[in-house]
């Protein structure tokens, strides 16, 4: 199915500080989808790099295939995607890192499944042998609690490198919360979906920036940005903790009407009163973390700031 030339393709590539891979990646990418359909571009959301990359990325803009969007600074990978997908206009957008860990050949297969009527292609990791036992557990711990509290299947493997049908595309430009947690927001949009295996490249250069604080983070903002499962944990913890002490006051009540009342203990005091306190702690904690989400949902910034755009006919 390669011969049919009358689709359009973008593909959006996020980079930061990827200046010792760019260059060759885009000369890598280029013919790829070249051979797909003549009809292609290629976009760079430059997220803030520090180093020579939007200079080395300026070299290819040629006004037709290769363009540029120039954040204003660092936005994380999942913002840069968006501004990407906001920007592409092709009937199909595919994205993909710039560090050649997802494999080219992939984007052949890619578009034939898609011009079978799959709208939504993604890639699903075969081997994860590179990370460490900590993060493959937590992992999958994540993603038990997102599918079973969801009832939303968010394949586990399965990361940004996709391709979308103009469809997709359409539905995420038409969710309007700043907190893009792209891995929920694929699946919940639904559509014909199919995964497909790739093996994961070793990263060409540079290195990546994913340490373990930072994906705990991504996925407590993940797990509230869709599911409320965590206050309805607190909710059953305090009926919980108030059935017991009411027993305990029973309990208490029994004991001193027909043994008479011994010295009371008072460790029972300071570990009930540290328990309850550790535990209305936590609670706030985690209607902390629900109240954050509002407050920057509310204050509707924009989702990313653009410097500079390269290469784009239109002017915004
Ligand atoms: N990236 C980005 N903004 C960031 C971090 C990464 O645009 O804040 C880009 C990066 O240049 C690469 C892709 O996102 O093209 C994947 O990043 P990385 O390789 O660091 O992540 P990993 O492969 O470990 O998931
Ligand atoms: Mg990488």
């Given at each position: 199915?390669?011969?049919?030339?009358?689709?359009s393709?973008?593909?959006?590539v996020?980079?930061?500080?990827?200046?010792p891979?760019?260059a060759e990646?885009l000369?890598?990418?280029?013919?790829?989808?070249?051979?797909?359909t003549?009809?292609y571009?290629?976009?760079?959301?430059?997220d803030?790099?520090?180093?020579?990359?939007?200079q080395l990325?300026?070299?290819?803009?040629?006004g037709?295939?290769i363009?540029l969007?120039?954040?204003?600074r660092?936005?994380?990978?999942?913002?840069a995607?968006?501004?990407?997908?906001?920007?592409?206009?092709?009937?199909?957008?595919i994205?993909?890192?710039?560090?050649?860990?997802?494999?080219?050949?992939m984007l052949q297969?890619?578009?034939?499944h898609?011009?079978?009527?799959?709208?939504?292609?993604?890639?699903?990791?075969?081997?994860?042998?590179?990370?460490?036992?900590?993060?493959?557990?937590?992992a999958?711990?994540?993603?038990?609690i997102m599918?079973?509290?969801?009832?939303?299947?968010?394949?586990?493997?399965a990361?940004?490198?996709r391709?979308?049908?103009?469809?997709?595309v359409?539905a995420?430009?038409?969710?309007p919360?700043?907190n893009?947690?792209?891995k929920?927001?694929?699946?919940?949009?639904?559509y014909?979906?199919?995964?497909?295996?790739?093996?994961?490249?070793?990263?060409k250069?540079?290195?990546?920036g994913?340490?373990?604080?930072k994906?705990a983070?991504?996925?407590?903002?993940?797990i509230?940005?869709f599911?409320?499962?965590p206050?309805?944990?607190?909710?059953?913890l305090g009926l919980?903790i108030?059935?017991?002490?009411m027993l305990?006051?029973f309990?208490?009540?029994?004991k001193t009407?027909f043994?008479?009342?011994?010295?009371?203990?008072?460790?029972?005091?300071v570990?009930a009163i540290?328990?309850?306190g550790?535990?209305q702690?936590?609670s706030?904690w985690v209607l902390?973390?629900?109240?954050?989400g509002?407050?920057n949902?509310?204050k509707?910034r924009?989702?990313?700031?653009?410097?500079?755009?390269?290469?784009?006919?239109?002017?915004?």
């Open positions: 199915m390669t011969d049919n030339t009358s689709f393709l973008s593909c959006v996020p980079v930061f500080n990827e200046g891979v760019i990646f000369e890598a990418l280029q013919p790829r989808l070249q051979e797909i003549p009809n571009e290629i976009i760079v959301v430059d803030g790099s520090q180093d020579n990359t939007v990325v300026e070299n290819y803009c040629d037709q295939h363009k969007i120039e954040l204003s660092n936005f994380g990978k999942e913002t995607l968006t501004a990407g997908i906001d920007a592409a206009e092709s009937d199909a957008v994205l993909i890192d710039a560090d050649f860990q997802h494999p080219l050949d297969v890619f578009v034939d898609w011009r079978q009527g799959y709208q939504m292609v993604y890639g699903v990791r075969q081997s994860r042998h590179s990370e460490s036992y900590l993060k493959k557990k937590g999958q711990f994540f993603y038990q599918h079973h509290s969801t009832g939303i299947n968010v394949p586990a493997h990361g940004d490198f391709l979308m049908d103009r469809v997709v359409e995420l430009k038409s969710m919360e700043r893009r947690f792209m929920g927001i694929y699946a919940w949009v639904g014909k979906t199919i995964g497909l295996p790739f093996e994961v490249q070793d990263r250069a540079g290195e990546s994913w340490g373990f604080a994906l983070s991504l996925a407590i903002s993940g509230t940005a599911t409320t499962l206050l309805r944990i607190v909710g059953g919980l108030s059935m017991v002490s305990y006051a309990f208490i009540i029994f009407l043994l008479g009342a011994p010295l009371p203990g008072w460790p029972t005091v570990v540290t328990f309850i550790g535990i702690l936590l706030l902390g973390e629900y109240i954050s509002i407050f949902e509310v509707q924009p989702k990313y700031l653009i410097q500079r755009q390269l290469g784009f006919n239109k002017k915004q």
